[in-house]
């Protein structure tokens, strides 16, 4: 529901105040959709450079089940 694309939203912004970069290596808009309903990331490549918490909470809210 909407309640899991504001997580999703939340996550994008903390992301990119932490790291100073877009979660996403993407190129244009039909690139983010794909990622987002086709793909799952299998892992958070950001995680050695964060706050091992942080990191964490991260990895909770862009790595899908």
Do not use: V
């Not at 939340?10 to 932490?18: I, P, R, S, T, V």
Request: hydrophobic share 35%; with cysteine; net charge negative.
């Amino acid at each position: 529901g909407d309640e899991h694309r504001d997580i999703w939203a939340f996550g994008c912004l903390l992301h990119e105040m932490a790291t100073g970069r877009p979660p996403f290596d993407i190129k244009s808009w039909k690139d983010l959709a794909t990622t987002l309903t086709h793909q799952h990331l299998q892992n958070y490549p950001y995680s050695q450079q964060l706050h091992p918490s942080l990191a964490h909470l991260l990895k909770g809210i862009f790595i899908r089940d």
